[in-house]
């Protein structure tokens, strides 16, 4: 069970066990293929600029399986402990789907970018709600400067969003708790060596991550099982 006192601050990062516990497919986990294509192949710059109806297939089929999925016990948890700690908890995910949004948390950082959001990959345009699937064989959505709508999702090669604000918040903090996260992909799997000389660190997930010798603690199980009791009591 987690202590948290009113002086600590709370970094959490979420990977995509927490997503894969609400049925959403974890591409790393069956090899980084998706109808034969290697994941980087329909997931980066250079897809978009070779073949971006090929890129719209598969980003409408994540998008078909993040709306079938439901928010998970784990989401709820973390929901609701935004509610006790409110500024002082920070959550960044990795997850490009909405399911901690839709399980009642207001402030999430998705550092990955979001799957029902677009952008124009010419202007400065800000990135917009976009439910649609753009199902072949609809055309490529044009924005009104010309240029191609594409996914708001940060692809192989590209920059994660925000990163100002996620170093400035592992400053911060505390206590620093990764969830269902593989402790592979950079930058988020040298977060927690950032703030472990000074940080309490926790990994909660269904096994061991590549970076599990960093992390204080280590509660292996199924994020939406570990969570809700962990929290169940905090310090005033």
Known sequence: MLAVYPSDRVFILTGA???AESGIPTFRGVGGLWRNYRIEEVASPEAWHRDPRLVWEFYSMRRQAASAAKPNPAHFALAKLEDA???RLFVC???VDSLHERAGSGNVVHMHGELFKSRCDTCDRPPFDDTNLYEPPAEIPRCECGGRIRPHICWFGEVPFELDRIYAALDECTVFIAVGTSGVVEPAASFVAQVN??????YVGPENPANVSTFTECHLGKAGEVLPAFFRRLCP
């Open 85 to 87: 700690l409110q500024d």
């Open 93 to 95: 995910t990795q997850n």
């Open 197 to 202: 000389d000074r940080a309490r660190t926790i």
């Open 17 to 19: 066990g927490v997503s």
